[in-house]
């Protein structure tokens, strides 16, 4: 075969050059990124077909271009298979949380993120997250008052995902304090126990709030594979059973490598089908280690004269058990279907369409905290 000539070779790469360009432009516009990347490699792939003179070499070529054009296929497929039951986040800007502590991914500090959500196309959510000096979501100073404090630890559902700062569960809970309290959200996004706990026991919530005279954690049945590290964007501490039933803390659950490759799952549709429909769920045997983690919570917290409560969503047999293992073990556990008896359902709706809490069942949880725990808490004081 005659070797390929100079301006052949320079022609290709520019033409590879041009449409790796135009591919990846497409990436940054289209809601499935990664079909354009697929479909880019695959291009460059052709090249060596087209210059290499060894028939081996053009053939292994040509086999990976292939390999790649039929996995772009493949990904755009499932873009189509799951776009009408996958929800699509998009925040502005991109990097909002860093890796900061040992606790895993904190917001960055002094920031505002706009925070957006689709749902096959249509856009379900659009609000603001205010970040203060600390890296917590924002409460109102307008709200905040001593000579009281209350800390929030939690996940999505106690920082507020999908809600503006003055409609989470944690500024409700201060607004109806009306000036007995000042209020510290602790919670993050994807968070467990596990993280309330290292950032206890590295010092933050002293450094921040002090000796708080009360602490509320709002609890889930997903917390369990949380805590237990199965959840597959986990990036916080890891927590093993020791000396019995204590948890002893034992590093992260993962490298800023496995971090790296998230980020790439978190674009690809297929990574986001098999998370929704093949990740091993929270399960009896992790109450274990979430008990653990509870129990030295609570130590460390009432250790400094702070009540330590907890709100559990309820909605199933795994809640159901975790509620009876939690009040068994002497627990300050408030189960939400004491909350929301059955009868106002209608009146409040609970989740939005994300499935995390509406502003209504914020406000309607904090409110009943605020009656049956808050005011308990400063009634000696009075």
Known sequence: MRKASPRFIFLALVLLALTSILFLELAAKIPAPLVAVLLSASVWSLGPALLFRSESLRNCALLCSSLL??????????????????????????????????????????????????????????????????????????????????VFFGDSFMFGHGVENDQTLPYYFVQEAGGNFEGFNFAGEGWGPHQMLREIENGFVRRVAGKPDLAIYEAIPDHLRRVAGRAPWEDGPEYELCRGDDACYSGPFHSSWYAACRRTVDKSWTGKFVEAHFTKLSQPSDIPIFLAVLKKTRSLL???????????????????????????NQFEVIALSSIFPGSDLTKYPITQLDRHPSPAANKAIATYLWRHIGEHSIAPAH
């Open 69 to 150: 054009f039929g996995l772009a296929v493949f990904e755009f497929c499932m873009f189509f298979v799951s776009k009408s039951e996958i929800i699509v986040t998009k925040t502005t800007p991109k990097m909002w949380r860093q890796l900061a502590t040992d606790v895993g991914s904190l917001p960055i500090p002094n920031t505002a993120t706009r925070f957006e959500e689709f749902l096959d196309g249509r856009e379900i959510a659009d609000v603001t997250y205010r970040i203060d000096g600390k890296g917590l979501r924002e409460i109102s100073a307008a709200e905040q008052s001593r000579p009281h404090t209350v």
């Open 302 to 328: 009432e250790g400094n004269g702070t009540r330590f409560a907890i709100v559990l969503w309820d909605q199933n047999e795994l809640a159901r058990t975790m509620m009876r293992v939690l009040r068994e």
